[in-house]
C-alpha cells in the first residue's frame, strides 16, 4: 500500500518537508480533548495508543499527535 500524502504546515516540526509535506511514517491523529495526554511513546515508525475510539463533528477539534520539535 502506497503511503498517503500528508499536507502539514508546521514547520518547526521534525517531520516536517518541502512543499509542506510530512516525512513522518506514522500519524497519529486525536481529538482534541485528549491533546494534553501523554502516551509516553515515539511516533513516527513508532507503536502509539491506538486503542481508543472518538468521533470529532469536525476537523477543527483534532489535534496531530506526531508533531515533535525540531
Not at 508546521?10 to 491533546?35: F, K, T
Not at 494534553?36 to 481508543?52: C, I, L, M, P, Q
Request: with cysteine; glycine share 2%; proline share 3%.
Amino acid at each position: 500500500m502506497a503511503k498517503p500524502l500528508v499536507k502539514c504546515s508546521v514547520s518547526n516540526c521534525a517531520y516536517w518537508g518541502e512543499n509542506n509535506n510530512c516525512q513522518a511514517d506514522a500519524i497519529m491523529i486525536d481529538i482534541d480533548s485528549h491533546a494534553k495526554a501523554s502516551f509516553d511513546e515515539e511516533f513516527a515508525g513508532e507503536s502509539f495508543d491506538s486503542d481508543h475510539k472518538d468521533r470529532a463533528p469536525s476537523s477543527s477539534v483534532t489535534c496531530c499527535h506526531t508533531f515533535k520539535q525540531k
